[in-house]
């Protein structure tokens, strides 16, 4: 079946650290993954994406990292802020499926002062 | 520009009830998806509409349904309501249905069903 899961349904960093938050999914056909944010009250929010033909792309603070041999994904966030405490959703998506992403359980990140 | 607007925001119905949310997507975005989020099932797909037509359908009963119109807006309508669907409906809008067009998330409605 088709499955993207999160390790860690909760994870608290102090703020200046850098996270780490991971993802695993099931479909290696999926060739698509995008990383979102939630906060309370909103809806997703676009972050960082790669496509299966890449294992490492960077944006502003962070960094995303898909490992197609174990099926995995993950977020760094560096120098985390209290801001971006949220819920972070990874999804996947292939391309012969349009419009449809499939996203994990979420995790959610504190962040201490 | 505006965002994806969603509404109503908020919503009670009691069971048996049926309901309609609508969405508005960004100028210039043709295609539209809907999700249900629920605390136990995480964000699952409903269906995608582009052009008017429904391209992709999650696995929900048929008793959830919706329809895209000209100028884009879409609507979701859920009949014969059940506490089960009390869940955020969220709805993103792209360009076009390809998964790595950038989708962008209204608030969500938020549906009580008592």
């Known amino acids: 079946g088709e499955s993207v899961g999160l390790h860690l349904p909760t994870l608290s960093v102090q703020e200046g650290d850098n996270s780490i938050i991971n993802c695993a999914y099931s479909n290696s056909a999926s060739d698509y993954f995008i990383w979102y944010k939630q906060e309370s009250g909103k809806g997703p929010q676009f972050i960082i994406d790669i496509r299966s033909n890449m294992d490492k792309r960077q944006g502003q603070r962070v960094t995303v990292l898909l490992n197609k041999t174990v099926k995995h994904l993950s977020l760094q966030i560096a120098a985390t802020q209290p801001g971006d405490s949220a819920v972070y959703f990874c999804a996947e998506g292939r391309s012969s499926n349009t419009g449809k992403l499939i996203f994990g359980q979420g995790t959610t990140l504190q962040v201490k002062p | 520009k505006a965002g994806v607007t969603q509404t109503p925001r908020y919503l009670i119905k009691t069971r048996g009830q049926q309901v309609t949310l609508s969405c508005s997507p960004i100028?210039?975005?043709?295609?539209v998806s809907w999700y249900q989020q629920t605390p136990g099932q995480g964000l699952q797909f409903l269906f995608e509409y582009f052009s008017e037509t429904q391209r992709n359908k999650g696995n929900f009963p048929g008793r959830f349904s919706g329809r895209q119109f000209s100028n884009s807006r879409s609507e979701m309508n859920v009949s014969t309501l059940e506490l089960g669907d009390s869940a955020l409906y969220l709805c993103?809008?792209?360009?076009?249905?390809?998964?790595?067009?950038?989708?962008?998330f209204g608030q969500g409605t938020r549906l009580t069903v008592v």
């Open positions: 993103a809008s792209s360009r076009d249905p390809s998964p790595d067009t950038e989708a962008f």
């Open positions: 100028s210039g975005h043709r295609s």
